[in-house]
């Protein structure tokens, strides 16, 4: 039997799609693509117009339906809330900063006065803000390939991009500046992908389990706890970025009005136990609701509300 591995058609959703078929493979298991389109693929409204978890809908009830076997999404993009009918996995990571993609090699200190970048997100519209209130921010959607054409075109003068999905793509020399998340913050399990099965099915079960990778998986689940926590979904601006390091898992969290005008941006620190994955999940999970709980009670529902 041959896995049918569903993701959408672009070149990063079928690059990282294939980063997970290769990783079957060589694992035993013979795998193949399937494209499956999705509404956010044919509507380029903006996402918060569209629907939270636009991108992935489509991808579940295919897979639901049996037209395809497995599923991967890029984590950030899925909706909060647990679904029971699916196994989900996290493989490795990919590098979860922001990057920024500027004419002549500009970066957002020497972006001139009123320059035109594009992004639609919410968090990343409130930290540039923050830091050049001065700059024109337009609305970008698109793949990757249209949204750095903007760009070059002359259309607009930068665009912020996450930098994993440059570097899954091998354009990762395209950016002009690579932010650390102490710069801007990130979004919730951004670089991560969520790779899921149905329930039901114990040979795709058994072969998702051979690519969970521990570290990633503790890490993206404190920060989506966080955001679950919340009531955020993928469109809010809210930002999280988790590291871990000898077992010690901290994790940082932003709350942002749109216009830059105020944040909340808070830390904690939690020791992650060897007990198994379980266990550790359910240890960095605490700790993103505990840091939530931290962020409404100083008036971050406020300021998501705030337009």
Known sequence: ??????????????TQAGHVRDALIAAGFDSELHIVTTQGDVNMAPVERIGVGVFTQALREALEAGECDIAVHSFKDLPTAWDERFVLVVPPRADAREALIARDGLTLETLPEGAKVGTSAPRRISQLKAKRPDLDIRPL??????RMGKVTSGELDAVVLAYA????????DRATQVFEPSEVLP????GALAVECRADDERAVAALERLVDPDTTVAAMAERALLNRLEAGCTAPVAAHAELFDNQLTLTA???ALDGSRQLVTNEAVQVPDSGLADATAVVTALGRDLAD???????????AAE
């Open 1 to 14: 039997m041959t896995f049918k591995i569903g993701t959408r058609g672009s070149k990063l959703a079928t």
């Open 141 to 146: 959607r698109g793949n990757i390939e249209t």
């Open 165 to 172: 999905g440059l570097r899954r793509t091998d354009l990762g």
């Open 187 to 190: 979004a919730p399990a951004q």
């Open 254 to 256: 932003g709350v942002f």
């Open 294 to 304: 931290e962020l409404l009670h100083d008036g971050a529902a406020d300021l998501m």
